[in-house]
């Protein structure tokens, strides 16, 4: 199965810091977030990955190609370890790019791969979202897809004060936390949302999806709303929701990203250390 990640937005909820750098590429730790994202798929087996980039994102390439000079110096120095890690970057994958022209939505950033994606199902995973488990999260949509012959997408209970940020599922479960899709609503008010399971950043799709995406064509403000399309999937094939094992960290603004730095960081053995006593004991005011 192949993948495809959507990094062409502008990332203007993190400006200043992506006036000139892409958002994907601001580290969560000490790796860019889009690198927890394609590991995540080659843990899952998926080493066709698509890419969609825009005006701007070249520092997405360069992270994922492999550097001469780079590597030369640290085998001068003899940082093996570091040698080993960006070798291993560099070769994780097969990494296609395609450029988005025009910011006309997610919808339309994923019919850009239809042409490599070609007549098979694919997973799409946004970068907005990092998923920690030993399962990796899309493994487990592809697990559910193999079974159910259908679409998945990934879904996580959240608090209804939250709803509103999310597309929603209406949705009956039939086993384990695996959910029929009946109706999916995008960004419900709370006392208007059909479940508190919301729709996360990670999907895979018969390549039907394509077709719908097509047919809705562009909506408000000219963009191509995914939602659509996968609403036609739904009433028309059949979606099915996974309610996936794992945390997820929700990087989506500059709060939720400097809070998943930090839990990541506090697992981390090598900075836990000291970072937890820092916490703890900085005698900050909050």
Not at 47 to 71: N, P, Q, V
Not at 80 to 106: N, P
Not at 108 to 117: D, G, Q, S
Request: neutral net charge; proline residues 5%; charged residues 30%.
């Amino acid at each position: 199965m192949k993948a495809v990640i959507p990094a062409a937005g502008l990332g203007i909820r993190f400006l200043p810091a992506t006036k000139a750098q892409p958002k994907e590429m601001l580290p969560v730790v000490d790796k860019p977030a889009i690198q927890y994202v394609v590991e995540e798929a080659v843990d899952s087996g998926i080493t066709d990955i698509t890419i969609i980039t825009g005006r701007g994102k070249r520092a997405i390439e360069d992270h994922f190609d492999k550097s001469y000079e780079l590597e030369h110096k640290l085998r001068e120095s003899g940082n093996s370890d570091a040698l080993s890690e960006v070798q291993r970057i560099a070769s994780m994958a097969d990494i296609f790019y395609i450029r988005q022209k025009e910011q006309l939505g997610l919808g339309h950033a994923i019919l850009c791969a239809k042409k490599h994606i070609g007549n098979e199902p694919f997973a799409v995973m946004l970068g907005d979202d990092i998923v920690v488990n030993d399962r990796p999260c899309i493994g487990q949509l592809v697990e559910v897809f193999e079974d159910m012959k259908a679409s998945v997408v990934g879904v996580e209970q959240v608090p209804r004060s939250k709803i509103q940020r999310y597309g929603v599922i209406k949705a009956k479960r039939i086993k384990d936390e695996i959910y029929r899709v009946e109706d999916l609503v995008e960004k419900p008010a709370a006392n208007k949302a059909p479940s508190d399971l919301a729709i996360i950043g990670r999907y895979v799709f018969q390549p039907d999806i394509f077709g719908f995406l097509e047919k809705i064509g562009p909506g408000k403000g000219g963009e191509y709303q995914l939602t659509d399309a996968m609403r036609l999937l739904c009433h028309n094939q059949g979606l099915y929701g996974l309610r996936f094992k794992g945390r997820r960290f929700d990087i989506g603004s500059k709060a939720d990203w400097i809070k998943a730095t930090l839990e990541i960081g506090l697992e981390r053995e090598d900075i836990a250390s000291e970072l937890r006593p820092f916490l703890e004991h900085s005698g900050r005011r909050v």
